[in-house]
């Protein structure tokens, strides 16, 4: 099956930037819906943004003026802009991607803010 495999998390200091990156282990996203989630311990799940295959985005109220959701030319690789970021951005975040009824997960990239 299809296998997503996020990138790009790391240590970062508060107000710093960090830019997450999702891809199909077969090379083809855009023909997915892609949303990214984040989850924190000992919290539940949380939906970040979303991209269609359509190129619709949107981005959760919690996130939003601070990130971005988009994806590359081909639209294949699918990338969360994170700005002014704050300790509570502390989590791992998730790429999930659907289509034609198939759900995918990646394994999470861990996203750390702190000084």
């Known amino acids: 099956q299809v296998q997503l495999v996020e990138s790009g998390g790391g240590l970062v200091q508060p107000g710093g930037s960090l830019r997450l990156s999702c891809t199909a282990s077969e090379g083809i996203l855009s023909k997915y819906t892609v949303r990214w989630y984040r989850q924190a311990p000992g919290k539940e799940r949380e939906y970040v943004a979303i991209s269609t295959s359509t190129g619709t985005t949107n981005i959760a109220a919690s996130v939003m003026g601070r990130f971005t959701i988009s994806r590359d030319t081909t639209g294949n690789t699918a990338y969360l802009q994170m700005n002014s970021l704050t300790p509570e951005d502390t989590a791992i975040y998730y790429c999930?991607?659907?289509?034609?009824?198939?759900?995918?997960w990646g394994q999470g990239t861990q996203v750390t803010v702190s000084s």
């Open positions: 999930n991607a659907i289509f034609s009824g198939d759900t995918y």
